[in-house]
Each structure stands twice: as C-alpha cells, then as structure tokens.
Nanobody
C-alpha cells in the first residue's frame, strides 16, 4: 500500500504557527522529491514548497520567509513548518511525491503519489 498521509491542520489565529506532517509508507522516501500543495475554495491548486532528494528547497513567493520544508527519511516524514500565518493561507494542504534520480531537482508536476489533504484555517 503506497500512500502519503498528511496531518497537523487546524484552526489558528492570524500570526500563529502550525507544523504539517506527511508520512510515507510503501516506498523509500529518500528516492522521491516531495512537494506541498494547497487549494483554497474556488481557487486552483498551487505549489507551496518542495524539497529535493538532496534536501534542496523551493518556496512560492507568497510563503517565502514564513514556511520551512524539511524531511526525515529515516522517519519517512516530510514537514512543513508554517509561521506568521495569514488568512490567505487558508486551504487544504496536500503532500505529493515524485521519484527521481536527480538529487537537485524539485517538482510541482508529474507527482506519482498524493495524500488526501489536511485543512488549515487561519481566522480570528
């Protein structure tokens, strides 16, 4: 059973923080680049951040400086630390994986495995 499971979504006030987790099972996480995506009501799904198999990172301009992506291959888990959250960050957040032999490459397309999402609501 190859799958990704997200957790950590919650209701938080503006300026607050959350840490999302994405746990992989059924495959070797170290062989995969991982992306975090989000989709707000009425909007297209967008890439938020990604991490390469060699721990290079990329961030959307809207979250740069506020979000941090990291991975622990031994725990088969990828994290998204979200600080100084804004109402515009409200969305369902998904993680996704793409296998690659290129250690320095991030991907937001061609993802092979997707989680079902976790809801983040930023509101006072």
């Amino acid at each position: 059973q190859l799958q990704l499971v997200e957790s950590g979504g919650a209701l938080v006030q503006p300026g607050g923080s959350l840490r999302l987790s994405c746990v992989a099972s059924g495959f070797t996480l170290g062989n995969y680049a991982i992306g975090w995506f989000r989709q707000a009501p009425g909007k297209e799904r967008e890439g938020v951040s990604c991490i390469t198999t060699s721990d290079g990172t990329d961030y959307a301009a809207s979250v740069k400086g506020r979000f941090t992506i990291s991975r622990d291959n031994a725990k088969k888990t990828v994290y998204l630390q979200m600080n100084n959250l804004e109402p515009e960050d409200t969305a369902v957040y998904y993680c996704a994986a793409r296998q690659t032999i290129w250690p320095g490459v991030c991907y937001y397309s061609g993802m092979e495995y997707w989680g079902k999402g976790t809801l983040v609501t930023v509101s006072s």
